[in-house]
């Protein structure tokens, strides 16, 4: 058993806060926490304790939603709405992971970015390319971060340097998951079926997907309901759904498998309740919404819906890694959509959106996400010093540490209860 | 004449940046800018030249609305609309501002902050007290940072330690500009005449400020049309007005001396008329507008109209002093204003918003966010090595760096030509 003592903060439920303050934290030796105390028991006393002082200590964050080839692009090229952005400054650099040298030089800073932010699990976005995408998922494992990897599926609407067949796309993601198994990997790192969206699959690539999702048990991930020209384009390539949900459900691509869907800024009705009914994950990416000029998605209704929810970065449509950031952003979106409704989608509070990042997020990667006994300890040590020179509650300056902190004030990183050093960039 | 080499970029025009990739700028020992050159003429070529290198040179930013005292509860607090926001939040924070230790002390931070996120220009609200306001006026004469700062001035509607009489707040007001004429000051720091708000500020109040801006030519700063629950008791408060600018202009607040009004969120029809005939600044903070569930202000609407705009981080409203984020959230909230309007109302440009950040809001400082010859240098010297790991062009290293950068990649700042150095804290 291992013991550490901070002011832990972390959400049980959306509704609040559960602080410790000064408090401790029991971790086995597998990594899974065995119990969280406000002062230790007698029978723990004997044991050395790492002692993080004044600090905070927080569960790691989740990043649902990312793609990992558009890094170079984070920050930049963000004055066109989804389609055309997609064809002009997305495909291009995409198409640069054919060369595995790229493919390495891009992604370590990718890597080492979600290691610096903080986010100690991910949802990634690969290319077609299976050399390069496997040089990610090994980078991955060195660093050891949690994440589900995607080489993505593309068979049409797209140039021709980025068009895999359904037999490469299910060959491809079938020998990437055999060369995780091989590596002694625990699992930490491992695929994902990955349909670019509709628009980017015939109907035989998504019929493939499906099938290989099924019969390995694999998990799904895509895009759904981004912005209104890719809704009404859906709706034309697929005139047989009765949604763009529908379209992934048909070919077992919605909820059949846990499923994480990006972005569902006009997602309602049916399509609301289809994601209700298969607990289909509404990964949530308010920066990207903005930045493209895609909407405000009802992450209110989704809550109340009780549908899972989580938080992606979305980089490049999303400009920064950092999920403080994020945080921010979706509760800064829901109050104006609070606004916009005159008050009748309450936005979201604190709690609830720092549970969105950690514990709601995390429960797609398992017990991930929380402080509570038996969850992996994926935790983030905070110095917010420079911030609190007055008397501040710790919820405050949590709250400080959202909206006015970055990855310099992470002191030290936890995944599945290992301390993780920087990795080689 | 001093000589500066970097790559200068800056917004003559909105619609498009000047770039001078490893030009020259040339500075007259007043501080003001002789002329920008791509390579140096003959005539200058004896002098001495500070060449920052491969690093980018920008205007210095100004921040047009921003609140002194509230510099503690930056980052907090912000789960209230605004009417309840402040007599929660806002009005116990400022009634401190009577000691005026405690003014030292925050109001250092809250100066070297304005230093650190390179706003060289401000226009701020203090509190109702003469010497904290006095003290907050000395630290910025001390920082070598130009600024307009407001004694409050607020006589209803508030609690009885933040109230004045109308000739309080018109003496205050007048020795405040006295103690900084006595300064010897080179009218860098100036007073501007600052009711609260309609919903603070009697009838008597209100004429007494209008007479002061009148007879002593000063500017005007307040807020305008924030919130819907503000507007509806504003109509209540002063029937008699047509509007809420109204309101102010009936007293001699609006347009009749230079004049900042933040927010404008609701402005329309004959508001943004009126501001249009007089030439009364919007002032658009839209993190603030985000954080108090305000709403969205249609920018592209002001330009249109040809009303002034420029940016206000209106801290603690707003959660940051970056004018960066700013210049990034008003084009992200234009983009949602662009989705909601299905395309009506075009989106900001990075041109468009650098320019409110730099040239337009610099406008009402005289000559002031350009590098054009005759204005002020007010500049900034960026470092964007760390974000330049790849080919991209100065514009894309500048679009990264407003997303992406942040306060530790400004390395030198000047305002008026100064230099400056780090304040005191």
Redesign the interface.
Known sequence: MKLYRANLIFTPTKDAFRILPHGYIAVREDGIIDQVYESLPQELQSLPVTDYGDRLMIPGFCDLHVHAPQY?N??????LELLPWLTTYTFPEEAKFADVNYADHIYR?FVHELWMQGSMRSAVFGTIHPEGTRRLADLFVQAGLGSRIGLVAMDRNAPDNLRNTPQQAVQDTLALQQHLSQHGNDDLVQTIVTPRFIPSCTPQMLTALGQLAKEQNLAVQSHLSEN?SEIEWVRELEPESSCYGDAYYRYGLFGQQPTLMAHCCYTEGEELQMMKDHHVYVVHCP?SN???????APIRTFLDAGIPVGLGSDVAGG??FSILRII?YA???S??V???T?GELQ?L??SEAFWLATKSGGSFFGKVGSFEPGYELDALVIDDGY?N??H?TLE?RL??Y???G?DRDIRWRFCRGTKLVEPVM
């Open positions: 170079r984070m920050g930049i090229a963000m004055d800073r209104r920066t903005c930045n493209i000029a895609s909407g405000m400009h920064n921010q509760i800064q979106v109050k104006l609070y606004a916009q005159h936005f509070s604190l911030l020179y007055d501040y405050q709250e400080r959202i909206y006015l970055d």
